[in-house]
Structure formats: structure tokens, C-alpha cells
């Protein structure tokens, strides 16, 4: 199988499973495993790698429109470098500070490759699903996609500074806050845009029509390729956020956050179109 054929099939033990994290009692719990072979191009440091790892879980944290408390991280490598393991812990303490978090610790292993598993929690007691969506409301994004899709490019071209630099996202902790009272339905476009919407097609039984000329693509993919939009799409590992809102609150919402929101489309009954032709369900797969 598959990682969709993984999830269907636990979906159907797990019944609560489907969100970007869990929530008990009013507290949020998420986990994200990354490895090197798979997450962290070859140029990648480790403080780059402590900050997307965690950052990763945040940003789970954040599509659940919850406030981020704190983090842990498993650190896994063949053997066990001072420095590269002081730069990881660094790297996660500062994206959790960015979003008013604390990094508390974790474990270590040995493992075969270099991998991280992270857990983060927050709290929210009104978190937003992904299934609240309806026919008429508008679907937006927060920031601009193709952040990382222009990293792995830098870092394939051997620019490893910049690719490093491209990696190290905001998680959008307070964006998420800021929309989850007028927010319908929302989760992390981790998988890109373009499953992001299939995804919350399904679980809030709806289509989505957006428009290609709508959709914010970072300026660095832009410079990068003269055709930007499918990377931008369908690349995913942007960690921005996907959200519906009624029309009515749009603009509230806007002003609310402190990034960029833009509207990319509108709620349909049922399909996914991007310029009214029928949208693939492509993005990032696990594995």
C-alpha cells in the first residue's frame, strides 16, 4: 500500500482520525516522522532540519486554528555529532519560540538514516475541522506556495545556503488563530494545494473551483521557472494554510491575520476544477 491506502485503511479502525491533529479536552496533539533520505535534500544542516521538523508539527497545530505550546522531537542517526546535534535542538528551540511555543526535549536512537520524529501540542477549545466547508463559500491561502518546491531547486542547483533558508518556514500558528472564528473548514497544505482540496472535498462532502491566476506563487519559484504553477500546486511541504470562509467574512479574516490571504476560489457542490477543467489529485506522498 500506498500512504492514502494506509490512511484509508486506518481510517476505518480510527475513527476520529482525518484532521491535521487530534483534540482531547481542549488540547491539541499532532506527529510527523521525516528522514533524511525522503525530507532532507543533500545540503540540508541540522538547524534547518530541527526547525522543519518541528516546525511541521506547528504547523498542524496551527491548521487546527489552536494555539502552539510545545514541542518534543526524536533525533535517529547511524552515530552522534555534537555539533550537528546542538544545531537541530537550536533549530527547533527557535521555530517554537517564533510562535510562542517551548522545545522541551525528546529522545535519542540510533537508526540507519538520519530521521526526526516530532509531537507538538497546543490548545484550542473550538478547533476547526476539515469538514465544515459548504457550497458558496470562498477558499483562500494564506502566504504564497512553492516555498519549498523553490528550495529543493536551490538545493539541486548547489545552493545550499538559500536552500536552507527557503526551508526554514513560519509555521502559521497565529494566522490560524486569527481565522478559526470565522474559518469553516481548514488544514495545512503540507500535501500541496492541489490535494489539500480533494482532501477537504471529501471530508466536508463539496467541490472547489479555483482559478490559476488567482493563486499566490512565491516569488523565488517565479524567478526560478518560467512555468510555476504545478510545482506550486502539487510540489506541496509549503505548510501554509487552506481555508473557507462565508463570503461575508472574508475581508474580516484578512484584516484579522498577519500574513497575506488570498481568496483562490469558491465551494462548490461537488468536483475540483482549476479553470473550470477537473483537477488532478496529485501532491506529496510519504514514502
Known amino acids: ?40 535534500p543533500e545540503g540540508t544542516d ?22 502552539a505550546t510545545a514541542a518534543v522531537a526524536v533525533y535517529a542517526a547511524p552515530s552522534f555529532d555534537r555539533d550537528e546535534l546542538l544545531a537541530f535542538v537550536e533549530g527547533a528551540s527557535e521555530v ?12 535519542l536512537d540510533d537508526h540507519a538514516e538520519f530521521t526526526a520524529v516530532t509531537t507538538a501540542l497546543g490548545r484550542t477549545d473550538d478547533p476547526v475541522l476539515r469538514s465544515g466547508a459548504s457550497p458558496g463559500d470562498r477558499v483562500c491561502v494564506t502566504g504564497a506556495l ?30 490560524g488563530v486569527a481565522l478559526a472564528s470565522h474559518a469553516t473548514a481548514m488544514m495545512d497544505s503540507s500535501d500541496g494545494l492541489a490535494r489539500s482540496l480533494h482532501q477537504l472535498a471529501e471530508a466536508s462532502d463539496c467541490g ?60 462548490t457542490e461537488a468536483g475540483v476544477t482549476l479553470d473550470d477543467e477537473p483537477l488532478a489529485d496529485r501532491g506529496y506522498t510519504h514514502g
Open 1 to 40: 500500500m500506498d500512504e492514502r491506502a494506509a490512511l484509508s485503511v486506518l481510517a476505518e479502525v480510527l475513527g476520529p482520525a482525518g484532521d491535521d491533529a487530534a483534540v482531547v479536552d481542549g488540547q491539541v496533539l499532532t506527529t510527523d516522522m521525516l528522514h533524511e533520505r525522503t525530507d532532507f
Open 46 to 67: 541540522r538547524y534547518t532540519a530541527g526547525w522543519r521538523a518541528v516546525g511541521a508539527s506547528l504547523s498542524d497545530v496551527a491548521a487546527m486554528g489552536a494555539s
Open 96 to 107: 517554537c519560540t517564533l510562535v510562542g511555543a517551548e522545545y522541551v526535549g525528546g529522545d
Open 146 to 175: 512553492g516555498r519549498s518546491a523553490a528550495a529543493l531547486e536551490r538545493f539541486d542547483r548547489g545552493d545550499h545556503r538559500r536552500g536552507n533558508e527557503l526551508f526554514r518556514f513560519p509555521p502559521r500558528v497565529d494566522a
Open 208 to 267: 472547489f473551483a479555483v482559478e490559476a491566476d488567482r493563486i499566490p506563487i512565491h516569488d523565488e519559484l517565479r524567478a526560478l521557472l518560467e512555468e510555476p504553477l504545478e510545482p506550486a500546486t502539487t510540489f506541496g511541504e509549503d505548510f501554509e494554510l487552506v481555508v473557507t470562509l462565508p463570503v461575508e467574512a472574508v475581508d474580516v479574516a484578512r484584516e484579522a491575520t498577519d500574513v497575506p490571504l488570498t481568496v483562490v476560489g469558491t465551494v
